[in-house]
């Protein structure tokens, strides 16, 4: 199983980023997925998650209305557009499998 992040970076507040996790070894049609974050000095949080046809979603109360998760399951591939980013946004953000397996994660900073 491989999971890989990409799409982080530094943005100012108020802007966007989408993040990407290209999956690989396992597949990844039947599974859920989920996108989790961690700033330093926190424990890793949900962000948002979904089924494994995109038919439903989740989100944590603090990005609601401003993330979107979704995946792209013939390309083997999750997202996560974040807009009207805002500093406590920054983490470093991992996806995840529905059977526990992690990718490395990727930096995303809000900063002026």
């Known amino acids: 199983v491989q999971l890989v992040e990409s799409g982080g970076g530094l943005v100012q507040p108020g802007g966007s980023l989408r993040l990407s996790c290209a999956a690989s070894?396992?597949?990844?049609?039947?599974?859920?997925m989920s996108w989790y974050r961690q700033a330093p000095g926190y424990e890793r949080e949900l962000v948002a998650s979904i089924s494994s046809t995109g038919g439903s979603t989740n989100y944590a109360d603090s990005v609601k209305g401003r993330f979107t998760i979704s995946r792209n399951n013939a390309r083997n591939t999750l997202y996560l557009q974040m807009n009207s980013l805002i500093p406590e946004d920054t983490a470093v953000y991992y996806c995840?499998?529905?059977?526990?397996?992690w990718g490395q994660g990727t930096q995303v900073t809000v900063s002026s």
């Open positions: 070894g396992f597949s990844f049609r039947s599974y859920g």
């Open positions: 995840k499998t529905a059977a526990g397996f």
